[in-house]
């Protein structure tokens, strides 16, 4: 699952590369789902749907308990007002969930480049009993392994930091 896909680049480039796995890209923007859908149909992948929904929804009512292996979140909206920061995907309300969803050995992989929200983020996953960090520290501001997708090349032509988390899904 890609949560908040956005321009879908990473969704297709996941798709492509993973051609035996099933991937699911859940947005909550419709002109976003029509790009992705366009993108999807001219790639012709076949292994790839697209899902507008609330993330916490989607966890909760329509995935069960165990049944995902992998979860990738890019560049979540920072709300960075202070009245806005309950609007924030990730916490550890949220990790509770996503770890009675993700299979044992679940691989979570988390990017942002907001210094505000890394720190809140970092916070969350350390406080978190169901996930251990697959790398030697909680997170690394380079992973040129993957596709960059857009916002993450605004962030970083804006002189942002990115913060890449590696995490897995304990038992």
């Known amino acids: 699952i890609e949560i908040g896909f956005?321009?879908?680049?990473?969704?297709?480039?996941?798709?492509?590369r993973r051609p035996s796995a099933n991937v699911l890209?859940?947005?909550?923007?419709?002109?976003a789902l029509d790009k992705a859908q366009r993108k999807v149909q001219t790639a012709a992948l076949t292994n790839v749907r697209v899902l507008q929904s609330d993330a916490r929804y989607l966890l909760?009512?329509?995935?069960?308990?165990?049944s995902i292996a992998e979860v990738t979140i890019n560049f979540p909206d920072p709300w960075p007002k202070a009245r806005q920061l309950h609007r924030r995907l990730i916490d550890v309300d949220f990790l509770h969930l996503l770890a009675t969803r993700l299979e044992p050995g679940g691989l979570l992989d988390i990017a942002t480049d907001h210094a505000d929200y890394a720190l809140a983020i970092t916070e969350a996953l350390e406080a978190t009993p169901y996930f251990n960090s697959r790398l030697a520290t909680t997170f690394v501001t380079e992973?040129?392994?993957?596709?960059r997708p857009k916002y993450e090349q605004i962030g970083r032509e804006e002189g942002r930091t990115c913060h890449y988390y590696k995490w897995v899904r304990n038992k």
């Not at 992973?143 to 596709?147: G, I, P, Q, S, T």
């Open 25 to 31: 890209g859940v947005e909550i923007s419709l002109p």
């Open 143 to 147: 992973d040129l392994a993957r596709l």
């Open 6 to 16: 956005g321009g879908a680049h990473f969704l297709v480039d996941l798709a492509q």
């Open 60 to 66: 909760q009512v329509l995935c069960t308990p165990e």
